[in-house]
């Protein structure tokens, strides 16, 4: 997305964040410092990018 320089997403949030544009409910438990708070601003970037450009994920709608 060009907005996180340097920052290599850990498996379980690029796993998640497709779970959850499948519509799939997702719940993360892990330590402390492990990314969950980065797991809520990649979902809301990759949101904003799909609403941005919906040729990346024709078949997802978000609201307004």
Request: net charge positive; hydrophobic share 40%.
């Amino acid at each position: 997305l060009g907005v996180l320089p340097n920052f290599e997403p850990h498996h379980y949030q690029m796993d998640g964040i497709c779970k959850i544009l499948d519509g799939v409910d997702l719940v993360a438990v892990t330590p402390t410092g492990s990314g969950k708070t980065a797991y809520l601003f990649l979902s809301i970037l990759v949101m904003m990018a799909i609403s941005k450009t919906p040729s990346l994920c024709p078949q997802i709608k978000f609201p307004k």
